[in-house]
């Protein structure tokens, strides 16, 4: 029989601190009211000086393996996807992670596709599991992003927050995950950076970088044209949809595809103003969000996705084979 790859469980993990649009007003030529009608965002998390992308992940993939009601040496596989891991080239982040939560010898890898991580890490997974290679997949999109940010540049520091979201893939009976797509166009690779000048010896303090304005423009059409693409391929309308859960990047990005599908409120699912942009882990997230709401429940179809820096895309449709929150 053929196997068919489930989405088993979702949980995210959040720092404790939190910093508001005010916050940033006595650092900043900012204004709570500029960052709120612009993006949609209201605060985000930011982590610790003593805390890792890892401890985030670590935290996230705990409750999501107890969520799937498997033990963790069942995990034969860990990906992480992160614009912001601990080491600069190695070890992965996933390597980290393993170690943390006690796994010798389990296969473990990063994947670099910034916002987009967490549909490229479901890609992955579906494939690893549907052609019998592994049992049950750890994906983690994680980010410290606050890393990366330079907090006197009020054009990007305001977007991003930090946070991780995981999720365990697993071979089931369940419905399944139905289609996955992605995309990438290097063209645009300068538009949203983390630049090293070239690539001499001297390691400059790593710096996010975003033509903000620029990066809308081709995200909107991207997105819904991506999202059209999967939707007519797999013979699906929109009102087919469950829940559409995209990446919390700008709400009027997430509106412009909202409106251009024909999508009703009560079928997507927005924390932005919550989270901010969490690059790799806002997806999984805002997942984590509906289900802990009590709006994603097993069997419910959900449209997921995707648009980051280089630039990458990807959609992707799914069913939910978890274990309902109220039942956990
Ligand atoms: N507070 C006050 N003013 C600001 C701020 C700020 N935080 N940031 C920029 N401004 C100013 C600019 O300097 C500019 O001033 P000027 O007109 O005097 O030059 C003015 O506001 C307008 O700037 P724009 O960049 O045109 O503003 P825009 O409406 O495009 O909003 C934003 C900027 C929010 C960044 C928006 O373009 C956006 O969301 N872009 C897409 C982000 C995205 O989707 N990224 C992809 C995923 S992220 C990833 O992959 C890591």
């Known amino acids: 029989m053929k196997l068919k ?25 900012t204004s709570d009211e500029w960052i709120l009608k612009r993006t949609g965002i209201k605060q985000r998390y930011i982590a610790s ?10 935290k996230a993939a705990i409750k999501a393996i107890q969520r799937a009601k498997i033990q963790t040496n069942d995990i034969d596989l860990i990906i992480v996807a992160t614009l912001s891991p601990d080491y600069f080239t190695m070890p992965s982040t996933a390597v980290v ?26 890609e992955l997974a579906r494939s690893m599991v549907e052609s019998g290679a592994k049992k049950n997949v750890l994906i983690i999109g994680a980010e410290k992003i606050s890393s990366v940010l330079d907090y006197t540049d ?11 979201g995981a999720c365990v893939v697993s071979a089931s009976e369940g419905k399944g995950i139905i289609d996955i797509h992605t995309g990438s166009d290097g063209e645009f690779k300068d538009l949203l950076c ?6 001499t010896k001297q390691l400059e303090p790593i710096k996010l970088e975003m033509k903000g304005n620029e990066v809308f423009k081709v995200a909107v059409k991207t997105l819904s044209d991506d999202v059209s693409y999967l939707l007519d391929k797999n013979k699906l309308k ?10 919390q990047a ?16 009560e079928q997507c699912v927005v924390c932005v103003d919550k989270f901010g942009n969490t690059s790799a882990a806002s997806i999984p997230i805002a997942i984590n969000e509906a289900y802990e709401q ?9 449209l997921l996705d995707a648009f980051g820096g280089g630039f990458t895309w990807g959609s992707a449709l799914t069913y939910f084979d978890g274990i309902d929150y109220k039942n956990l």
Do not use: W
């Not at 983390?194 to 690539?199: A, E, P, Y």
């Not at 009590?294 to 959900?302: D, P, V």
């Open 154 to 164: 009020r054009t990007t520091c305001v977007l991003f927050g930090d946070g991780a």
């Open 49 to 58: 000086e003593t805390e890792n992308t890892s401890d985030l992940a670590y």
């Open 238 to 247: 929109t009102s087919d949809i469950d829940l559409f859960i995209p990446h």
């Open 250 to 265: 700008n709400l009027r990005i997430i509106s412009y595809v909202q409106e251009k599908l024909g999508l009703s409120d």
């Open 294 to 302: 009590g709006r994603l429940t097993n069997g419910k179809l959900m």
């Open 194 to 199: 983390t630049k090293r000048s070239n690539q």
């Open 5 to 29: 790859a489930c989405i088993k469980s979702i949980a995210s993990y959040l720092p404790e601190k939190t910093l508001t649009n005010k916050d940033f007003e006595s650092f900043l030529d």
């Open 97 to 122: 992670v393993a170690n943390k939560l006690g796994l010798k010898g389990v296969s473990a890898f990063d994947i670099s596709a910034a916002c987009s991580g967490f549909i490229y890490m479901l």
